[in-house]
């Protein structure tokens, strides 16, 4: 059972380029989910999806577009990129059953550095 | 908003000493509770949670109980290993899913 998969690992991107970062769960979860993490600020939420075809604004959104066009995929974008956009990016997904007690399960992150 | 804050790091200790590192959560009503660990290199892995009020979440010798009077939610653990070395993060979360982090304690445990 994979879990949560993320790809690619590393990434270095000039400023402007863009790129997709790419997340896939196998667990059949309706809700996904992109947060960056940042030294001294535990994680940020970027874009959320509460299922397909639906995606929602997050904490940190500015600069960063995702789709959820499968159940299983969610997919973050940068369009131009920022050197401020440099950070280690996870997805993680969870389920919708029960109120707010289920855990939710991440992928073991993007390192993308934005020169 | 919800908020949570949880004791600064690093924090260094001696293999078999005693571990607390401290949270309080603010919130809209009563989110559920959770640590999380990352252990170098690695995503984030649910360590143990709760999601009432005196409840207690237990894992690999962990220990949390949910506090509502002081909104806290403590981890604590009788006798740490070199292996419990990771980032530890105290986290809350609302009933659409939507976690809340604390900035993350760094433990190391020397031999």
């Known amino acids: 059972n994979a879990g949560v998969t993320q790809t690619p690992k590393f990434r270095v991107l000039k400023t402007g380029q863009s790129m997709t970062l790419l997340c896939a769960q196998d667990?059949?979860?309706?809700?996904m989910y992109w947060y960056r993490q940042d030294p001294g600020m535990g994680l940020r939420l970027i874009h959320y999806?509460?299922?397909?075809?639906?995606?929602a604004k997050g904490e940190v959104p500015d600069g960063y577009n995702v789709s959820r066009l499968k159940k299983q995929n969610f997919l973050l974008g940068l369009e131009s990129a920022a050197p401020s956009q440099t950070s280690v990016y996870f997805c993680?997904?969870?389920?919708?059953?029960?109120?707010?007690?289920?855990?939710?399960?991440f992928g073991d992150g993007t390192r993308l550095s934005i020169l | 908003g919800n908020s949570v804050t949880q004791m600064e790091g690093p924090v260094t200790l001696s293999e078999e000493a005693f571990l607390t590192i401290n949270c309080t959560y603010t919130?809209?009503?009563?989110?559920?509770l959770f640590w999380y660990v990352q252990y170098p290199g690695e995503g984030l892995q649910l360590l143990l949670k709760?999601?009432?009020?005196?409840d207690k979440g237990s894992n690999k010798g962990f220990e949390a109980t949910y506090r509502k009077e002081t909104t806290s939610f403590h981890l604590e653990k009788g006798s740490v290993q070199v292996s419990d070395s990771a980032v530890y993060f105290c986290?809350?979360?609302?009933?659409?899913?939507?976690?809340?982090f604390g900035q993350g304690t760094i433990l190391t445990v020397h031999p």
């Open positions: 993680a997904s969870s389920s919708l059953r029960g109120p707010a007690g289920q855990p939710q399960h």
């Open positions: 667990m059949n979860h309706e809700y």
């Open positions: 999806s509460v299922g397909e075809g639906t995606t």
């Open positions: 919130a809209t009503g009563y989110p559920s």
């Open positions: 709760a999601t009432k009020a005196d």
């Open positions: 986290v809350g979360g609302t009933s659409y899913g939507k976690l809340t």
